[in-house]
């Protein structure tokens, strides 16, 4: 006997029993960006490994040990996407829409990370992004963040916590740099090896070390915010302020530094205690060199990316449940002459009552067999097609949510009633 085969570690299926909460977690999103003036774009799921050498960086945790790269036949070096914004910049480039353009996007789908697997963490997993470029003021970083909010409140979740920080000019992070490299080099006996290897590379993403042992040594270092620039500290200011005025909570975290190279002046995060280690349920920031570094004409962008599967586990943690979506008519049918005729009349209830959702008996069976079928996946009507009925032009309507008794319909009637159900 073969062995059986299963999905890959960390790529899991969505079963039916469940897309119906992805679908409710996705309609809600997008009538929130319809509400922003967001349009959709869709890029591929595979692209250059270039592109996110250059964009994510290379000393990062993601270029480094997590992106999923191969050569394709031609010997190119080619990389399943692991984020959403370096495509999606790159589109914006390649198709002209960013010269004297202001956009604002947003895309879903899949990337790819070859992370241990856990709650909330899985090697294929599903974003949501939301991109906006050609505006440099604050009023765009705040925009950004008002939406995310609306969406915890649209999904009705509640409790998230909004940290803020400012990472300043690429200049003044240079000169921070320097800073940390000159602290962290004086204690290199307590540095953990990735830190190490980072103090040479990317000392700010050592501020982000879930390492325990190094906790008073990180809580210790010179903050971020001391040496701003002043053009960034008025930006940072401007942005709390019109947050201030939409009473949007939040805490000012100076060792928030996000994981890619490419961010720069505000960066936040919408943090969770729900979730274990995976408290990080929408992520993003500024990001005013990442076009020009990819290859386009410096444009200031901002933008966050939101894991569907961290806010669905959300959602299950809270208990805020999305009923399942159910048939609202089951057409039951017994005779030689009635059961083609069920499917003509499917047809005819689909054609005439918008959004109807019917399902026909299939695979033939006793009335009874069908009507457990019928209240098996919760029906609201059961419409009964004897070929009695059928020489009478009638059909039997029964409601099975509760003891009403069955009527019977001419087709006029039965599709006029119809339109009350959907």
């Known amino acids: 006997m073969s062995k059986k085969i299963q999905a890959i570690r960390g790529m899991n299926d969505t079963l039916p029993d469940v897309t119906h909460i992805w679908h409710f977690l996705e309609d809600k999103f997008k009538s929130v960006l319809n509400s922003y003036g967001y349009n959709e774009i869709r890029m591929p799921i595979v692209e250059k490994t270039e592109l996110f050498c250059r964009s994510i960086g290379e000393v990062t945790d993601i270029v480094e040990k997590e992106m999923y790269t191969f050569d394709d036949r031609n010997g190119d070096s080619l990389t399943l996407r692991p984020e959403g914004t370096a495509g999606c910049v790159r589109a914006c ?172 002046r505000t960066v936040f995060e919408w943090v969770t205690t729900k979730l274990g280690a995976q408290g990080t349920v929408c992520a993003g920031g500024r990001y005013d060199g990442l076009v020009e570094q990819i290859g386009g004409k410096a444009t200031p962008a901002v933008g966050f990316a939101l894991g569907v599967e961290r806010i669905i586990a959300m959602l299950e943690e809270l208990q805020i449940s999305v009923p399942a979506p159910v048939p609202d008519v089951y057409v039951i049918a017994a005779g030689e002459k009635a059961q083609p005729h069920a499917i003509y009349l499917a047809e005819k209830l689909r054609e005439e009552v918008h959004d109807i959702k019917v399902v026909t008996n299939a695979g033939g069976g006793s009335f009874k067999s069908q009507f457990k079928k019928a209240n098996k996946i919760g029906a609201k009507f059961a419409i009964i097609i004897g070929d009695n009925e059928l020489e009478h032009g009638i059909y039997g309507v029964k409601p099975l949510l509760d003891d009403s008794e069955q009527v019977e319909c001419t087709l006029e009637q039965l599709l006029e009633k119809m339109q009350h159900v959907v």
């Not at 879930?210 to 620039?229: F, R, S």
């Not at 401007?238 to 530094?257: A, F, G, M, T, W």
């Open 93 to 264: 480039i390649e198709h002209g829409l960013l010269h004297n353009q202001q956009q604002r996007l947003w895309y879903a789908g899949q990337m790819f990370r070859h992370e241990r697997p856990q709650k909330g963490r899985y090697r294929q997993f599903n974003q949501i992004g939301v991109e906006a470029f050609g505006i440099s003021g604050p009023d765009i970083d705040a925009e950004v963040i008002l939406l995310s909010a609306r969406f915890w409140k649209a999904l009705g979740i509640e409790g998230l916590e909004l940290q803020l920080n400012s990472l300043g000019t690429n200049e003044a992070r240079t000169n921070y740099r320097n800073v940390l490299v000159e602290y962290f080099s004086e204690s290199k006996d307590k540095l953990d090896e990735d830190s190490l290897r980072r103090l040479d590379t990317n000392p700010l993403r050592i501020l982000d070390t879930k390492n325990p042992e190094m906790k008073d040594l990180v809580a210790n270092a010179p903050v971020l915010t001391d040496h701003l620039d002043q053009e960034s500290k008025d930006h940072f200011e401007q942005l709390l302020s019109i947050l201030d005025e939409n009473c949007i909570k939040y805490v000012l975290n100076p060792r928030l530094v996000r994981g890619l190279d490419y961010y720069n």
